[in-house]
């Protein structure tokens, strides 16, 4: 049973990003054509078992990526020629410039919204190479999980953002900052930007425990120990259940974030739920 919900934690991470995706595509359609950018936390994600899923419902999923550990966008779009890779794509210049996709998945890292290597121009910077191949490009952005310190999970996953290097660079309040910013800063897209809300379903599932909705295996520590970035085993298995619609189905899909007036206070409002039919 430990082994199981271990699993189910790792899935939920990482399956949210490639199954929200496929749930994004026109009804019939059996491709789709992902591409990913960031580092280790994005490479969480089990690329074939995700793609063996995908086959499993009659679908095909094509991926590439550009991943170099530990690297923020920043570090990424300027050192195009290092990092991990996958044939016959290739790194990001030649993937994005001469390949079409359907999804691309960006996953923002230790930078701040603004500035020169803040993560709206950089995340700005991929798109705009993107689009004369991919004009239906879809744009999710992976909204992952804080690193536990000093403060739980409940605590420091609600904080505010503030522009300083005080962790909240990596809240809830952040990720959704940023997809709101960057549709702003990309205004050519032919649809909105979405975000993969990994930590919003860590969260929920932390609430749900301690709530006594869910069994307690230890709770997030024991898959996701303090000042560790990384998931451990368990974890893994929540990204890949999430992907697969079981914790997802209680925490949404892929998130359209909404800060209107009639948003607040709806967790439902804006989401867009997704997973195989």
Known sequence: MRRRVFYILVGVAWVLVPLCCFAQVATGQKSLRVYFVGNSVTDTINYRALAELAKSRDHKHVWGRHMIPGAPLQWIWQHPKDGFQEPPFGHYPKALADYQWDVFSLQPFDRHLTGNDGDVVMAKNFI???????????VYVYARWPRQGKDDFDTMWPKKYT??????????????RLTLELQKACPNLKKPILMVPVGHVMHDLNQRMKAGLQA?????????????RRLLHRGLHLLRHARQGEPQRAAGGAVQVDRSEAGRGNPGNGVEGGQYE
């Open 216 to 228: 307690d295996q230890g709770g997030l520590r024991r898959w996701h120990p303090p000042q560790q």
């Open 163 to 176: 522009g300083g290097w005080d962790g909240t660079n990596k809240t809830k309040d952040y990720f959704e």
């Open 128 to 138: 705009d190479l993107a689009l004369p191949r991919s004009p239906d490009l879809q």
